[in-house]
């Protein structure tokens, strides 16, 4: 495998997944994201993230979730699947550090609560995320209202951010969604990169691995953003591989050919 740091002069590999927060390329709508973040912890109350596969919401969720103070807040961060509510809250439960020892969910609600309280006496507050939401059931969303609520419907307990495709918002719909949906007071969508937008992404990566030239030529920018669809994860695969094309036939400039060599090798 070539390296691309000795074909280019780059000081690191480009458009590495895990890329140090500060030097995340500033998505559109990722302000008004982090802005939403910071309300519903602050408040305790509920927001989502919505967008396609790829288009950089898990990342997001990353950069909010760094901007909190550990003194202050306590992150509780699960992976949805498509189990059960009992499995959610066992989920919780491990992320608390309380190992759920009952399959009740009445009795699990309850040591969740409990170890919230204990969360709070020590002045911090919890939050919870919820990526990949979408994969959720129905039945989870009829009684997920129920993590968020004290008694009677009073002060929230436990703030929460769920992130997930667009197909998450149709299940909120549903009218068993309701008790939870009706709790939610934003929802920020990722949109998909326009051209003008994901040629400034593919110089922001360069840049950020020590890269002093444009690499990537007008046509071999416009094909990734066409053959892309305008999502990150694509985009930073087809960059990566028209790189790689590129650099085996000592080719100093990204073309279009070099990007349509890249898509026969990606899913």
Excluded at 171 to 178: E, G, Y
Excluded at 198 to 214: D, F, P
Excluded at 238 to 259: D, F, I, Q, Y
Aim: with cysteine; glycine share 6%; hydrophobic share 40%.
């Amino acid at each position: 495998m070539i390296a691309l740091t000795h074909a280019y002069g780059l000081s690191r590999e480009p458009f590495p997944p895990d890329l140090p927060v500060e030097q995340l390329f500033p998505l559109p709508g990722l302000q008004a994201f982090l802005e939403r973040f910071t309300y519903t912890a602050t408040n305790r109350l509920i927001t989502l993230i919505t967008g396609e596969v790829g288009s950089g919401k898990s990342t997001s969720l990353r950069a909010a979730a760094s901007r909190l103070h550990p003194s202050e807040y306590r992150l509780l961060a699960v992976v949805a699947s498509s189990g059960s509510f009992l499995e959610l809250l066992r989920q919780i439960c491990l992320g608390l550090g309380a190992p759920p020892t009952t399959n009740s969910v009445t009795r699990l609600l309850a040591i969740i609560r409990d170890s919230l309280s204990d969360i709070a006496t020590r002045k911090q507050t919890p939050l919870l995320l919820i990526d990949e939401a979408h994969l959720m059931r129905l039945e989870v969303f009829a009684e997920l209202h129920t993590l968020a609520q004290r008694e009677f419907d009073s002060c929230p307990l436990l703030p929460i951010v769920l992130s997930g495709q667009t197909s998450l918002v149709d299940k909120l719909l549903f009218h068993t969604s309701r008790p939870f949906s009706s709790r939610i007071v934003g929802r920020t969508h990722l949109e998909a990169l326009q051209r003008d937008h994901m040629a400034a992404y593919l110089t922001h990566h360069l840049r950020v691995a020590g890269g002093k030239e444009e690499l990537f030529s007008d046509e071999a920018v416009t094909a990734i953003h066409q053959s892309s669809g305008g999502l990150l994860r694509r985009a930073g695969a087809l960059a990566r591989g028209s790189l790689l094309a590129a650099a085996r036939e000592k080719c100093p400039r990204v073309s279009g050919e070099h990007v349509r060599i890249a898509s026969t090798e990606i899913l």
